[in-house]
């Protein structure tokens, strides 16, 4: 049959199945999409100069004194004990370090301090990236300031030194992702004016002090460098942490069952005030025990070439028993 006859017969029935049957779709439309599941998490920059992970994955920890031991040793026993019940493995530990043992080599130990009421803790372990020019550093060492306050509860006290040791592993507040605080896509909402204490912490001081663009409760900064308590709620510098997600990062991809979270009311002047909450207003609780994500970002971040730090050798001139070294190296330059 000559080739144009085969055309003019053939060409009408595919024109024709075009029209009756759909075109395949190469993929559903989810993969195009598609990204790998990472966990929730931001962590501190394990690199110096941000900061450095505990090597072994051990927290080192010590007392300020006896008092302090027997008034909270057993809440750091049940934080743990919350973080292996929520899978984290029992290689991630705290050790209880005697008084001889914390005189030795302070920087490489958590000191636990009581306060009346304050909750701080030194994220991740210190970096010693600092010269001196008489070879005497003096860098502080990793605290952690911790307190028992009347109206929390046992369950809420253990969550607390639970959320505590996560800063002091490397983890980060979740809503202090800076990529969730990009403008025309923003997904907190933090009402400083809120916070308390803030009329007495703010009065006397400009508005351009408070509410410009390098002010108090704007930038986490200014809030870092002279305390104030917006740093516990502002989005920190891009160039400080670490997280696995991206400028894709939006209210889908936030672990509301973090314990690194705030609630929207904690910190607040009153018991209904609302510090943070969602951009459209939508408030939540923080939590009681780490969530699937946290667990997994500890154990990712744990895992990275950052996992295994480098220790500081006493004659690197970062150490801070460096000028110990030499005396007793018998450097006199």
């Given at each position: ?5 085969m ?6 029935i595919?024109?024709?199945?075009l029209?009756?049957?759909p075109?395949?779709?190469a993929?559903?439309p989810?993969w195009e999409?598609?990204?790998?599941m ?14 450095r992970?505990w ?7 010590c007392?300020?004194?006896?008092a ?13 004990r ?10 991630f530990?705290?050790r209880e370090?005697?008084?001889?043992g914390c ?5 490489e130990?958590l000191?636990?301090i009581d ?5 701080a ?10 010269l001196?020019?008489?070879n ?8 952690m300031?911790?307190?028992l306050?009347?109206?929390d ?8 030194f639970a959320?505590?040791l ?5 983890v980060?507040?979740?809503?202090q992702?800076?990529?969730y ?7 907190f ?5 809120q916070l308390k204490?803030f009329t007495?912490?703010?009065?006397g ?5 408070i509410?410009g663009?390098?002010?108090l409760?704007?930038s986490?900064t200014a809030a ?7 740093m516990d709620y ?10 696995p997600?991206?400028i894709?990062?939006?209210r ?8 690194m979270?705030?609630?929207s009311?904690l910190g ?6 609302v ?6 207003g939508?408030?939540?609780?923080e939590?009681t025990e780490?969530?699937v994500?946290?667990?997994?970002g ?7 070439v ?5 220790r ?9 028993y460096f000028?110990?070294f030499?005396m ?6």
């Amino acid at each position: 049959m000559p080739l144009p006859k085969m055309w003019a017969i053939f060409l009408p029935i595919l024109l024709l199945q075009l029209l009756i049957f759909p075109t395949v779709n190469a993929g559903h439309p989810e993969w195009e999409h598609a990204r790998f599941m990472l966990p929730e998490w931001l962590s501190v920059k394990p690199v110096e100069p941000w900061g450095r992970l505990w090597p072994d994955k051990t927290i080192k920890l010590c007392y300020e004194s006896e008092a302090t031991w027997r008034k909270y040793h057993k809440y750091f026993r049940s934080a743990m004990r919350l973080w292996y019940a929520a899978g984290l493995p029992e290689d991630f530990k705290v050790r209880e370090i005697g008084a001889d043992g914390c005189q030795n080599m302070p920087h490489e130990k958590l000191l636990v301090i009581d306060t009346p009421e304050l909750f701080a803790t030194d994220v991740g372990l210190p970096t010693l990236s600092y010269l001196n020019s008489n070879n005497n550093p003096n860098p502080q060492r990793p605290a952690m300031w911790v307190s028992l306050y009347y109206r929390d509860s046992e369950a809420f006290r253990v969550a607390t030194f639970a959320h505590e040791l996560a800063h002091s592993f490397g983890v980060q507040h979740e809503h202090q992702n800076p990529y969730y605080w990009i403008p025309g896509r923003q997904v907190f909402a933090f009402n400083c004016d809120q916070l308390k204490g803030f009329t007495e912490l703010t009065q006397g001081m400009s508005q351009e002090r408070i509410w410009g663009e390098n002010g108090l409760c704007k930038s986490f900064t200014a809030a870092r460098a002279v305390g104030f308590p917006s740093m516990d709620y502002l989005p920190m510098p891009f160039d400080e942490v670490m997280s696995p997600h991206g400028i894709w990062s939006n209210r889908a991809t936030v672990d509301f069952d973090s314990i690194m979270l705030y609630g929207s009311h904690l910190g607040g002047q009153f018991d209904v005030s609302v510090v943070i909450s969602l951009a459209d207003g939508t408030i939540f609780q923080e939590t009681t025990e780490p969530s699937v994500e946290d667990v997994d970002g500890l154990k990712l971040l744990y895992t990275t070439v950052y996992g295994i730090p480098l220790r500081t050798l006493y004659n690197d001139p970062r150490s801070p028993y460096f000028s110990t070294f030499r005396m007793y190296a018998g450097c006199s330059t």
